[in-house]
């Protein structure tokens, strides 16, 4: 019995040692069970957390390299559902996948919606990974960028083409001067701005968004002439064209009324066109020895219409300084084909207000330009050989400022 006592006194404690220690493992693993969610979604938590933050710098990259690509697709003068597309184009190829873009140009909200800007507002839903356990809502992200357009100068002269060789050319023994403006090329070729032979430039600046070839150095306002440089809008891009209207105008007249001539215009002798818009179906011909007058004038050339000065004649036009046509004197077709027209004179003419011909190639060799030196040339491609002095202080008679070096910038 003594050894039964033994036994059972040494085989107690062995035997309730063993379960305590089992009844305290179950526990344990009781315990790790019931944590083990937490557990995982705090780290999951974590994870994701790191997750929707680089999601978010993404989203934001992706937002301002749209509205980036908006402003520049602004620049070129493009309608605001051309802006949109280049914005939403930029913000697909950088993987805003099945995300929404909203583009509004002036933004709608901020310090800039008075301004040349492009906002840009994208709006994605990202899936849950470990916190789905929690909730099954999706986490929504935004992202919103505002590009801002700044004109570094204004333009009196601008070669709208994006490509052609000495797209503005100076050449001959010509002498021009400009006053508070520069010269723009938006071609991209290296000789996109010459001046050649004994031609004679003085400007602000000249800028091109390629090359330039100066045989005679200009005289410049500032430093250097700026090559590579973004291209300028067509600053006549929004203005309608003129619809014809019946009857159709004779020219056969010492006074003309504004109208459609159907037939062209071939002026001689005296003529006086009354302020109005001219729409002319065929060429405009100024012939030798005419004196040609008009203020409050616009004329259109529709189609591939051109005009052509002759050198003997006095030519004395001005454009209307109010009005939808304001401060534009000739206004080429933008549906036409490349032509030419040339625009020539007597040292007494005076061609007040823009010449724009945005498809076609302008020939100015008159000694001229307008009251106070007020003309614009906005074409295609510009060939100078006249002597004229040139102002950009024209807002008096409603000639509009011509933006040019523009830059752009992600500002909000």
Same mark, same amino acid.
């Given at each position: ?24 493992? #179950? ?33 934001? =990259?992706?937002? /301002? ?28 190829? !950088? ?18 919606? =008075? ?65 508070? %403006? ?6 991209? =070729?290296? /000789? ?7 031609? #004679? ?32 809008? /067509? ?26 001539? %159907?037939? #062209? ?44 000065? !002759? ?11 109010? #009005? ?22 007597? =040292? ?14 302008? !020939? ?28 950009? /202080? ?19």
């Amino acid at each position: 019995m003594a050894f039964s006592g033994r036994f059972f006194r040494q085989l107690f404690p062995r035997i309730f040692f063993r379960r305590l220690c089992e009844s305290r493992g #179950g526990n344990v693993a009781t315990i790790f069970a019931l944590t083990l969610p937490v557990v995982v979604g705090g780290a999951g938590l974590g994870v994701e957390t790191s997750y929707w933050y680089y999601s978010s710098l993404k989203l934001q =990259a992706i937002a /301002d390299a749209a509205a980036y690509a908006g402003a520049l697709e602004k620049i070129a003068g493009s309608d605001t559902a051309a802006i949109t597309a280049a914005a939403t184009s930029s913000a697909a190829s !950088n993987g805003l996948g099945g995300g929404t873009i909203v583009v509004n140009t002036p933004p709608t909200s901020g310090p800039n919606t =008075a301004k040349k800007a492009v906002e840009v507002i994208l709006n994605q839903n990202l899936d849950r990974m470990f916190t789905s356990i929690f909730t099954q809502t999706k986490v929504p992200e935004r992202a919103r960028a505002v590009a801002l357009i700044t004109d570094a100068s204004k333009a009196c002269m601008e070669a709208l083409n994006p490509s052609a060789s000495q797209a503005a050319l100076f050449s001959g023994s010509t002498s021009v001067k400009l006053t508070g %403006c520069v010269i723009m090329a938006n071609s991209i =070729a290296n /000789d996109a701005i010459k001046v050649q032979g004994s031609a #004679g430039v003085q400007a602000d600046c000249l800028i091109s968004a390629g090359g330039m070839v100066l045989n005679n150095p200009p005289t410049m306002a500032c430093k250097a002439p700026i090559t590579q440089a973004l291209p300028a809008a /067509d600053p006549f891009a929004s203005l309608p064209a003129p619809a014809a209207s019946n009857p159709c105008q004779n020219d056969n007249k010492s006074t003309l009324k504004p109208g459609t001539y %159907c037939s #062209g215009m071939s002026l001689s002798g005296n003529v006086t066109l009354d302020p109005g818009v001219y729409v002319v179906q065929g060429n405009l011909k100024i012939n030798a020895n005419a004196n040609i007058s008009g203020s409050g004038v616009t004329i259109f050339m529709s189609g591939s219409s051109t005009v052509s000065m !002759n050198g003997n004649a006095t030519v004395t036009l001005s454009a209307p300084t109010s #009005g939808t046509y304001s401060g534009v004197l000739f206004y080429g077709d933008r549906t036409g084909t490349a032509a030419q027209s040339t625009f020539n004179g007597t =040292a007494n003419s005076l061609l007040t207000g823009a010449i724009y011909f945005p498809r076609q190639q302008v !020939n100015y060799l008159g000694n001229f330009s307008g009251v106070n030196g007020c003309t614009q040339v906005v074409a295609d491609t510009i060939q100078w050989s006249g002597n004229s002095t040139i102002n950009q /202080d024209c807002s008096s008679l409603g000639m509009k400022d011509i933006p040019a070096a523009q830059s752009v910038a992600v500002v909000e």
